[in-house]
């Protein structure tokens, strides 16, 4: 017999289908812990020890580069800059004249817009006693407008300075030196277009084994911050940061990694779009970004420069060893500190736990047994889907679609600029498109409610004719027949039955009661007739007491005659309950243990239908979100979980106070955040966003004050929360419009940031393909309709 047909198994499984409830709020209520709190159940992050790195620390730099860096360095500071000043051809000029001139250049224009064209240069430093099929790039992204503090561009050009004499590289590097204000880093964009996919590279095509970039956002940088998440999920070889993190600890430069669940958040917003390392993932090249920041620009605490220089010499000396590339490139991880980090077969588990309620809910559920119920219910929510999602997503991404309809204004997102004193345009292109989908909003609504009404006018002409022909009505769910769960609940209905007699099935405590009567009436049982007829009457099955005992009058008024008169109608029902149980049984054939019945009566109710189509479209967007974008479904189940769960509950009884509590807070939260009209509704979400930051920044202070956040069990996931970045705008404050002079602080209030965000959002997945609009667009903006919508209706 198989595990499954064991008949032990498949009642172990009933009882556990009925405990689902319990069971999966058990299981959602351990997954958000878990989810919490899984950062501290952390690994050591080390070097695959296959791969034939130097030991760390191995740095040849000697006085005489540092001579070089400090020369360089006092160049570029002393230089009398006039204005218009092409830097990158000031690069080429000093590679020519102070460098050795083995060095490969190529200068190649890129065209911002239409009237605006920059320059980006590209070094080639080859290897001189290797077969250069292999190169490593290194990224120099500096800002055009510094003038002075040239802090990257002096540690490449003392880099290229090393690596044009030294004789043990295996390896080509290339080092690109581009404008870090360029939005979306269309330097590094132009560099992969011109090396991939042009034919008019005249260094040549190689393979590139690593891609490292370097940028400084303050003047006096007191860390490393290393930026490794990329676009869709995509995460660079793992080995690759470790590298890099041990030559900085090794040279007492400090590391900085962000919080973990810091880094699900920005990875499931795709926050990051602006480093360039996110355009060599996608080219399946490992990546990442390095950056010298600081909290307070400070000269005091600010890093040696030099010996930053050094670890990034040793870095790529290391890298040059290896054969090909390095081990752990198929490793999906977030890192908790620079030396250890939480693979994926800690962290993935907790989304399934969190949505276990809604999966069981839906497992366990009947409606979709009938494939009427769930066609019904899945095209229904399908065309919603279009209804709701294309036209918004359409208007605002697609330039055919705006051709076809012959807007007069182009509703496209601009790529070529980002600039506040263009906020109030951007706002208003966004306002078009929420427009567009209130209004689709709306023919949805109408859509549902005329599916609904067909649904019930069904539902009602079969209720008729099984008025006329069958002895019940209304809905019939699609029942399932077992013979196993059958005949158990059979065989405990006969030993209710039994009990209520007085009947008992211990066989020893009828032996036990017979010896008692014989040797308290031994004058009667020394007859053997007598013990002959007791006998008997034990096999026959009745019962001793009656046989025995002298009967006792009974009134009709009395307490044990009411008492047995309920015991003979409660027996009734029972063996009602047997004869319909045994015509089930019917059903099935001899060889047949599990049988569906489907009633011509079958059809569900509108509501029941569309709530669990709305957990299977939950469940499955869960799941497959989370084989490419982890964060984004962790995310998405955290915010959704609760208002499912509750939604499918809230039909069961009458009254649920609690629970419609709860969906009434959700759904005025979300209608005040997503409101895009500037009035008073907008005054209440820019107070209750100030109550949120100010309280969650005291917070921050006093956890901060007592020294709890740097205790051991403190929970990373809380302290994120109080860092306010929750509350972060999504979109960056990287500025460009026409070249011109750009202020880095503006004093912004801006009227409406949902809207803003919309657009950013619209003009990411546009410019550079991000997936997070789309998927707001078909997954988040449904199933907040059908939650409302079931509601209320």
């Known amino acids: 017999?198989?595990?499954?047909?064991?008949?032990?198994?498949?009642?172990?499984?009933?009882?556990?289908?009925?405990?689902?409830?319990?069971?999966?709020?058990?299981?959602?209520?351990?997954?958000?812990?878990?989810?919490?709190?899984?950062?501290?159940?952390?690994?050591?992050?080390?070097?695959?020890?296959?791969?034939?790195?130097?030991?760390?620390?191995?740095?040849?730099?000697?006085?005489?580069?540092?001579?070089?860096?400090?020369?360089?360095?006092?160049?570029?500071?002393?230089?009398?800059?006039?204005?218009?000043?092409?830097?990158?051809?000031?690069?080429?000029?000093?590679?020519?004249?102070?460098?050795?001139?083995?060095?490969?250049?190529?200068?190649?224009?890129?065209?911002?817009?239409?009237?605006?064209?920059?320059?980006?240069?590209?070094?080639?430093?080859?290897?001189?006693?290797?077969?250069?099929?292999?190169?490593?790039?290194?990224?120099?992204?500096?800002?055009?407008?510094?003038?002075?503090?040239?802090?990257?561009?002096?540690?490449?050009?003392?880099?290229?300075?090393?690596?044009?004499?030294?004789?043990?590289?295996?390896?080509?590097?290339?080092?690109?030196?581009?404008?870090?204000?360029?939005?979306?880093?269309?330097?590094?964009?132009?560099?992969?277009?011109?090396?991939?996919?042009?034919?008019?590279?005249?260094?040549?095509?190689?393979?590139?084994?690593?891609?490292?970039?370097?940028?400084?956002?303050?003047?006096?940088?007191?860390?490393?911050?290393?930026?490794?998440?990329?676009?869709?999920?995509?995460?660079?070889?793992?080995?690759?940061?470790?590298?890099?993190?041990?030559?900085?600890?090794?040279?007492?430069?400090?590391?900085?990694?962000?919080?973990?669940?810091?880094?699900?958040?920005?990875?499931?917003?795709?926050?990051?779009?602006?480093?360039?390392?996110?355009?060599?993932?996608?080219?399946?090249?490992?990546?990442?970004?390095?950056?010298?920041?600081?909290?307070?620009?400070?000269?005091?605490?600010?890093?040696?420069?030099?010996?930053?220089?050094?670890?990034?010499?040793?870095?790529?000396?290391?890298?040059?060893?290896?054969?090909?590339?390095?081990?752990?490139?198929?490793?999906?991880?977030?890192?908790?500190?620079?030396?250890?980090?939480?693979?994926?077969?800690?962290?993935?588990?907790?989304?399934?736990?969190?949505?276990?309620?809604?999966?069981?809910?839906?497992?366990?559920?009947?409606?979709?047994?009938?494939?009427?119920?769930?066609?019904?219910?899945?095209?229904t929510y399908l065309i919603t889907i279009l209804i709701i999602s294309l036209p918004i997503y359409l208007i605002s991404t697609n330039k055919k679609f705006n051709e076809l309809l012959n807007f007069k204004r182009n509703y496209i997102p601009k790529c070529q600029e980002w600039h506040p004193d263009n906020f109030n345009k951007y706002i208003k292109i966004a306002s078009i498109w929420w427009n567009v989908l209130f209004f689709s909003i709306i023919v949805a609504f109408f859509f549902n409610l005329f599916i609904s009404f067909l649904v019930n006018k069904k539902r009602k002409i079969i209720q008729q004719k099984n008025d006329k022909n069958e002895s019940f009505g209304g809905y019939k769910k699609v029942e399932r027949v077992e013979r196993i769960l059958i005949l158990e609940k059979i065989k405990q209905l006969k030993n209710e039955i039994m009990k209520r007699k007085g009947i008992t099935n211990n066989y020893n405590n009828h032996i036990k009661n017979y010896n008692n009567i014989l040797y308290t009436n031994e004058n009667i049982y020394n007859n053997k007739n007598n013990n002959n007829n007791c006998e008997n009457i034990y096999n026959n099955g009745e019962i001793k007491k009656n046989i025995l005992v002298k009967p006792k009058i009974i009134n009709s008024d009395d307490e044990d005659f009411l008492l047995e008169k309920k015991n003979s109608e409660f027996i009734k029902k029972i063996e009602k309950q047997i004869e319909i149980l045994e015509e089930k049984l019917e059903f099935l054939s001899n060889d047949e243990n599990v049988k569906y019945i489907f009633y011509n009566n079958s059809i569900a109710p509108f509501n029941t239908m569309m709530i669990y189509m709305n957990i299977f479209y939950f469940i499955l967007v869960v799941i497959l979100s989370s084989l490419y974008n982890w964060s984004y479904s962790v995310l998405f189940s955290m915010v959704l979980v609760i208002p499912i769960s509750i939604l499918n509950n809230i039909r069961k009884k009458p009254i649920r106070i609690f629970q419609r509590i709860v969906l009434s807070v959700f759904i005025l939260f979300i209608f005040i955040y997503m409101y895009p009209n500037d009035n008073h509704i907008w005054n209440l979400r820019k107070k209750l966003t100030n109550l949120l930051s100010n309280n969650l920044l005291r917070c921050c202070k006093y956890l901060d004050k007592h020294k709890i956040l740097q205790h051991k069990y403190f929970p990373e996931s809380l302290q994120f929360i109080c860092s306010n970045k929750l509350l972060d705008s999504f979109y960056v404050k990287k500025y460009f419009l026409d070249n011109l002079y750009i202020k880095f602080n503006y004093i912004l209030d801006i009227q409406n940031g949902f809207l803003l965000t919309l657009y950013n959002l619209a003009r990411n997945h546009f410019c550079i393909g991000t997936a997070t609009y789309p998927l707001i667009c078909f997954t988040l903006l449904p199933i907040l309709f059908y939650i409302a919508f079931l509601f209320f209706c």
């Open 1 to 379: 017999m198989g595990f499954s047909e064991n008949p032990k198994f498949s009642l172990l499984i009933n009882k556990l289908i009925k405990k689902s409830k319990v069971i999966g709020t058990f299981l959602s209520i351990v997954g958000v812990i878990f989810f919490l709190v899984f950062n501290k159940f952390n690994k050591n992050a080390e070097l695959d020890a296959r791969t034939f790195t130097q030991f760390v620390g191995n740095s040849v730099l000697n006085k005489k580069n540092e001579k070089f860096f400090n020369d360089t360095n006092l160049y570029f500071l002393n230089y009398k800059y006039e204005g218009n000043e092409d830097i990158i051809k000031m690069i080429y000029d000093y590679i020519n004249e102070y460098i050795s001139s083995n060095v490969q250049h190529e200068m190649v224009k890129i065209k911002i817009t239409d009237t605006i064209e920059q320059n980006i240069l590209i070094s080639n430093v080859g290897c001189k006693y290797c077969n250069n099929m292999e190169s490593l790039v290194v990224v120099i992204n500096f800002d055009f407008k510094e003038r002075k503090f040239f802090h990257s561009l002096v540690i490449g050009l003392t880099l290229i300075e090393h690596f044009s004499k030294c004789n043990y590289m295996s390896k080509d590097v290339i080092f690109l030196f581009t404008n870090k204000e360029l939005l979306y880093s269309l330097g590094i964009q132009e560099f992969i277009q011109k090396y991939f996919y042009n034919n008019t590279n005249i260094i040549g095509k190689k393979i590139i084994r690593s891609s490292t970039i370097i940028e400084f956002d303050s003047i006096y940088p007191s860390n490393i911050k290393i930026n490794y998440e990329g676009l869709n999920g995509m995460l660079p070889n793992q080995d690759l940061i470790l590298l890099l993190t041990n030559e900085l600890h090794f040279y007492s430069i400090p590391i900085k990694m962000e919080l973990t669940h810091g880094s699900i958040f920005d990875m499931a917003l795709e926050k990051n779009y602006e480093h360039g390392h996110i355009y060599f993932l996608r080219e399946n090249i490992p990546s990442f970004t390095a950056t010298g920041v600081s909290k307070v620009p400070i000269r005091s605490k600010m890093i040696n420069l030099f010996n930053l220089t050094k670890a990034l010499q040793s870095y790529l000396r290391s890298q040059s060893n290896t054969h090909e590339g390095f081990c752990h490139s198929s490793n999906f991880y977030f890192f908790n500190t620079f030396k250890r980090h939480i693979p994926i077969s800690i962290y993935c588990y907790s989304v399934y736990l969190i949505c276990a309620y809604t999966i069981m809910k839906l497992f366990k559920s009947a409606t979709f047994r009938s494939y009427v119920n769930f066609l019904t219910s899945f095209y």
